[in-house]
């Protein structure tokens, strides 16, 4: 159920709105909009009565919401949710595209601190590198876990970067929500639903991908069950899905980002790095993906991606990504976006600097 209030309400009526849903038993989910707030009911009894809201001071309208998902959808929220950072100038969903780049694993510092300065050199905006590693084998490098973290946080300070980074379960959200700035929650765990509504109960944003034969819908109830304990900043990514096609590792659906765009007010980011699996493929597929309109891209990049650890054969080389942000920086005014220009200074690589 959606409470629509009048465009002049009262700070104190939508109060009053949140506390009469909550005494009844809901979850009150206030949502400011460009011209009037909107308040999500959600709870798994039945169906709150409309006439308990109604006649309220303030109120406009109540309505059914009849999708399943409801703080998702732009039938809640009509405006774009543009995810802000504190202290940093960079969001995701805003007019510029959210570049996050980096390496699949941080192995060592020296690996993490070359690739961070080519891609915050570049004019990537925000470094992404696993410290925990969700792999198909047990027997293949797992992350360096909590040095994995600190080594993220140190790019954080050295570089100005907004660090991006997975968790694969509640332990590991726990140290990721102490040291990065967005939490990553991976395909493989689209459905794990403890860990979303541990995420959902985090303070820092949640990239959220989209599971490898997840639907749309499947894709939006994910995101839902975060948004459903109180976190709004959730950020989607499309990395592909599994078909019979063999030419590529998965295939990037991009057509779900206009589906998504319709449907849902949250940001949605592309991942051709994992949605191709083929170094070759990275680049056409970033320039398609900012021409059909995603908010940002997220792009694994090693300086030696020959010897990467995990994910080497779809790893850009830090040439190949220069030449990527140049030719997404052409396409995205098309569109009316733009792309962070490359530094003309070189980095200064001191603690606390963030030189931009
Ligand atoms: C990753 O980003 O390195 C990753 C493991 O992605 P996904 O969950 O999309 O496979
Ligand atoms: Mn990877």
Redesign the pocket.
């Known amino acids: 159920m959606l409470i629509v209030m009048k465009s002049h309400a009262t700070e104190e009526q939508v109060r009053a709105v949140c506390q009469k849903i909550e005494v009844l038993g809901y979850r009150a989910h206030p949502m400011p909009g460009a011209q009037r707030t909107a308040i999500g009911v959600t709870g798994n009894q039945t169906a709150l009565e409309p006439g308990t809201i109604d006649d309220m001071e303030g109120v406009q309208e109540v309505i059914q919401v009849s999708k399943p998902y409801k703080l998702v959808s732009r039938d809640v929220k009509e405006d774009n949710t543009v995810v802000q950072f504190p202290g940093f100038e960079a969001t995701i969903g805003g007019r510029e595209l959210a570049v996050i780049a980096g390496p699949?694993?941080i192995e060592t510092p020296e690996q993490a601190f070359v690739a961070a300065e080519r891609v915050a050199r570049a004019g990537a905006r925000f470094f992404?590198g696993?410290a925990y590693?969700?792999r198909t084998s047990p027997y293949t490098f797992q992350g360096l876990g909590e040095r994995g973290l600190e080594i993220l946080a140190e790019i954080r300070e050295r570089f100005g970067l907004i660090i991006v980074t997975?968790a694969i379960d509640n332990e590991s959200l726990e140290l990721v929500e102490k040291y990065a700035d967005v939490i990553?929650?991976?395909?493989?765990?689209?459905q794990n639903f403890s860990l979303l509504k541990r995420a959902g109960r985090a303070r820092k944003p949640v990239l959220l991908?989209?599971g490898?034969s997840a639907t749309l819908e499947e894709f939006l109830m994910a995101a839902e069950y975060i948004m459903s304990e109180g976190n709004y900043n959730v950020i989607l990514?499309e990395?592909?899905v599994r078909t019979f096609a063999d030419h590529t590792r998965n295939t990037l659906d991009l057509s779900v980002v206009p589906a998504v765009q319709r449907l849902s007010h949250l940001p949605i980011v592309v991942?051709p790095?994992?949605g191709t699996g083929k170094r070759n493929k990275v680049i056409p597929l970033s320039r398609a993906a900012v021409a059909v309109g995603a908010d940002g891209l997220?792009i694994?990049v090693h300086p030696d991606p020959d010897r990467a650890l995990?994910?080497g054969n779809q790893s850009l080389f830090p040439d190949q990504f220069d030449q990527l942000m140049s030719e997404v920086r052409q396409i995205a005014p098309v569109i009316g976006r733009s792309v962070a220009l490359p530094m003309v200074q070189p980095l200064v690589t001191g603690a606390g600097s963030s030189s931009r």
């Open positions: 699949c694993a992404r696993g590693k969700p997975e990553q929650i991976g395909a493989r765990n689209m991908k989209r490898m990514c990395r592909g991942d790095s994992h997220i694994e995990s994910d």
